[in-house]
């Protein structure tokens, strides 16, 4: 069985990378930009940071914001029609995994009209045609959405979100610049860094995990582990590393999936409107300790990248416990909610668990579970 691995044509890192947006723009031939960005990132002018540079290259562009926090089929449904009649031939999205995967689901309906009702994009769709290219400005350390083969749209008409895997969506170009994420707030910056690290620790013990993948995850845990609590204090270091970070644990769980962290905190951001980092962030030590029978030595590795001291002097049950505590511990010092209590309604498990089993997540998973294991493990949290 060959191993795949899709990445960015072309990526950009560092403080001021932004100005490379457009060299980019003008050295592929682009004429005009449908630029992606939700409304709270233009009200505090933090997409003006790249309209500026595409003001300043002359480079015609056209804004779209019709997008929520957890995008709906509505949000791209507008989207569609308005790239449409923009006579744009290129997409800039700016902000976080709302902004990056309504323009990935914009330009993959372009490019391939007959999933224009975006339902059938669910899971792994059959399209045939590469999206509308997209140069993705990340404004978040989380989602990683710039360099990964995926997107999650909510289906408002049945309460769920919906994973779509496609190697056609993946952008063109990602231009991660830290000074982009110097305006998130404590919250966000926390939320957000707690996913990247639920990036890491799913794709690492992952079914699909192989010698490559590895390689991004632990270093990517062990980025995260360093420089999370620097980022939530908006220090220069905090946010260069943790932008590092995330993309890292992008690389990685991009090719090889994830696990039912993320298929239980898809249900709670689609019945709740949970932001998806809290809700994955209150979630990973719980399944970190149902996966473990499941997982080999892998949590001595993990508790080692996480900086615990010692670790390979530790029996394996006590490594394993060492790495859970170390990532409860992050998670506490950055602030997150400790269980889903103010979260989830109890007459509500059933459904969200119904939801998380049928999640594209799930098969991915160490452990092999099931709806009565899957909604005990809600229950757990409340």
């Known amino acids: 069985m060959a191993n795949r691995f899709v990445l960015n044509e072309t990526g950009y890192h560092g403080k001021g990378a932004i100005a490379e947006i457009a060299t980019e723009v003008k050295g592929r031939g682009f004429q005009k930009c449908f630029v ?37 089929v509505a949000n791209v449904k507008a989207g569609v029609e308005a790239f449409k009649k ?23 309906i372009i490019t391939n009209p007959e999933f224009e009702d975006v339902v059938s994009l669910e899971g792994v769709a059959p399209t045939k045609n590469k999206c509308v290219p997209i140069i993705a400005v990340p404004t978040t350390a989380g989602t990683a959405a710039e360099v990964t083969i ?34 998130m707030p404590k919250g966000l910056t926390a939320a957000t860094g707690m996913d ?97 029978p499941a997982t080999g030595d892998k949590y001595r590795d993990i508790a080692r990248a996480m900086g615990v001291e010692g670790v390979d002097k530790l029996s394996l049950e006590d490594a394993r416990r060492a790495a859970i505590d170390a990532v409860k511990q992050l998670a506490h010092d950055v602030g997150i909610p400790e269980n889903l209590k103010e979260i989830v309604k109890p007459e509500d498990v059933d459904f969200l668990a119904e939801s998380a089993y049928a999640d594209a997540c799930r098969p991915g998973n160490p452990r092999e579970t099931s709806v009565a294991e899957i909604a005990a493990l809600y229950r757990s949290l409340m």
């Not at 500026?52 to 997008?67: H, R, T, V």
């Not at 997107?151 to 496609?166: A, F, G, L, P, Q």
């Not at 993948?213 to 590393?241: Q, W, Y």
């Open 36 to 72: 992606c960005s939700d409304p709270d990132l233009l009200k505090f002018g933090v997409t003006a940071k790249v309209t500026d540079i595409l003001d300043g290259a002359k480079i015609d562009y056209e804004i779209y914001s019709n997008i929520k926090a957890n995008p709906t």
């Open 196 to 292: 990247a690290l639920t990036h890491a620790i799913e794709g690492y013990i992952t079914k699909g995990a192989w010698e490559m993948s590895d390689m991004f995850h632990l270093k990517a845990i062990e980025l995260i582990a360093k420089h999370l609590r620097g980022a939530v204090a908006n220090t220069p270091e905090g946010r260069e590393g943790m932008a590092l970070g995330q993309y890292i644990a992008g690389m990685g769980f991009s090719n090889v999936g994830l696990g039912i962290v993320h298929s239980m905190a898809h249900p709670l951001g689609a019945l709740y409107d949970t932001p998806h980092g809290v809700a994955n962030a209150i979630i990973l030590p719980t399944v970190m300790e149902y996966n473990a």
């Open 150 to 183: 995926n997107y999650v749209i909510t289906d408002t008409e049945k309460n769920r979100k919906m994973v779509c895997v496609d190697v056609h969506d993946i952008p063109v170009v990602a231009v991660v610049d830290p000074d982009m994420m110097a305006s």
């Open 86 to 108: 923009s006579g744009a031939d290129c997409i800039v999205a700016i902000g976080g995994g709302s902004s990056m995967d309504t323009a990935k689901a914009i330009g993959i």
